[in-house]
T-cell receptor, first 112, second 117 residues
Framework: GQNIDQPTEMTATEGAIVQINCTYQ??????LFWYQQHAGEAPTFLSY????GLEEKGRFSSFLSRSKGYSYLLLKELQMKDSASYLC?????????????FGTGTRLLVSP | GAGVSQSPSNKVTEKGKDVELRCDPI?????LYWYRQSLGQGLEFLIY????????KSGLPSDRFSAERTGGSVSTLTIQRTQQEDSAVYLC???????????????FGQGTRLTVV
């Protein structure tokens, strides 16, 4: 089976840095994804990690440690528009294919 | 089309009726996923297709739920004898299938908001 854990909610101030953690346990592993979802909208892709280390993309960075079953999403220079839910998802190969399983998401509130 | 298309965007149905939700994935994407999202909640996995076959149906909540995919393209999710607890947004996503380290991100449709009254 799969188990993906994220904090339920976080708050931060405009201009600050925030780190959203994700821990996972899966039978097989073939990549970890972070998605952003604004209220009432579909999730949109932010980042992908399959090898250990840090992937940087503008204000967003994502880190993966496969041995620890751990990832984080780092958001720098926070803006009000970053208020959204952030979803961690793992591609699980237990079935022999590539099932994509999501955590419950972290609701981030950015205040002025 | 350029993206994943779902229809209808909104559906209100009476308790006990059957509903059919449609998903048109991005052309050429072999993997297709159905998720359910209740208000303020995360994405609950329902079923996953690889081509026309469903290697994993473990997320379907009950035998009232079924899904099929034809021609490696369009998929329909059918809910029979709907109940009020079925009310949610049903999201479809598709992705290409590739081998590591290729990024095979899933692209989401806008969802179908189902309300059972």
């Amino acid at each position: 089976g799969q188990n993906i854990d994220q904090p339920t909610e976080m708050t931060a101030t405009e201009g600050a840095i925030v780190q959203i953690n994700c821990t996972y346990q899966t039978s097989g592993f073939n990549g970890l994804f972070w998605y952003q979802q604004h209220a009432g909208e579909a999730p949109t892709f932010l980042s992908y990690n399959v090898l250990d280390g840090l992937e940087e993309k503008g204000r967003f960075s994502s880190f993966l440690s496969r041995s620890k079953g751990y990832s984080y999403l780092l958001l720098k220079e926070l803006q009000m528009k970053d208020s959204a839910s952030y979803l961690c998802a793992v591609r699980d190969t237990a079935t022999g294919f590539q099932k994509l399983v999501f955590g419950t998401g972290t609701r981030l509130l950015v205040s002025p | 089309g350029a993206g994943v298309s779902q229809s209808p965007s909104n559906k209100v149905t009476e308790k006990g009726k059957d509903v059919e939700l449609r998903c048109d994935p991005i052309s050429g994407h072999t993997a297709l996923y159905w998720y359910r999202q209740s208000l303020g909640q995360g994405l609950e996995f329902l079923i996953y297709f690889q081509g026309n076959s469903a290697p994993d149906k473990s997320g379907l909540p009950s035998d009232r739920f079924s899904a099929e995919r034809t021609g490696g393209s369009v998929s329909t999710l059918t809910i029979q004898r709907t109940q009020q607890e079925d009310s949610a947004v049903y999201l479809c996503a598709s992705s290409p299938t590739g081998s590591l380290p290729m990024n095979t991100e899933a692209f989401f449709g806008q969802g179908t908001r189902l309300t059972v009254v």
